[in-house]
């Protein structure tokens, strides 16, 4: 079993930054994945950023490339989602996730993912 827990979100102005920090919990095996989704209202949930934490490889989508960085603190039991250049249309709930052994075709696939947090809302007003 995998525990998540995100935090960090809140509201801020367009052009403004926030980091989120998800803290994960349980065998390690379960989470050499982990990933940022992020869900806005009446719409499906999208992958925002992933990363295999044992080969130290991130994945981005394009809408936030260039903005986001994603990458775990030394002890490997948190992973940090930077968030900078915030738009209006970054507005949704964020989650992190968390599994093992997937394909990095499909790293920035919810479907692909067994753990989950509860989720922290980000609010980007213009």
């Known amino acids: 079993q995998v525990q998540l827990v995100e935090s960090g979100g809140g509201s801020v102005q367009a052009g403004g930054s926030l980091r989120l920090s998800c803290t994960a919990t349980?065998?390690?095996?379960?989470?050499?994945?982990i990933g940022w989704f992020r869900q806005a209202p009446g719409k499906e949930r999208e992958g925002v950023a992933a990363?295999?934490?044992?080969?130290?490889?991130?994945y981005y989508a394009d809408s936030v490339k260039g903005r986001f960085t994603i990458s775990p603190n030394n002890a490997k039991d948190a992973v940090y989602l930077q968030m900078s250049l915030l738009k209006p249309e970054d507005t949704a709930m964020y989650y992190c996730a968390a599994d093992d052994g997937i394909d990095p075709n499909y790293g920035l696939d919810p479907v692909e993912y067994l753990y989950w947090g509860q989720g922290t809302q980000v609010t980007v007003s213009s």
């Open positions: 349980g065998h390690k095996n379960n989470r050499g994945w």
């Open positions: 990363i295999d934490i044992r080969r130290d490889r991130a």
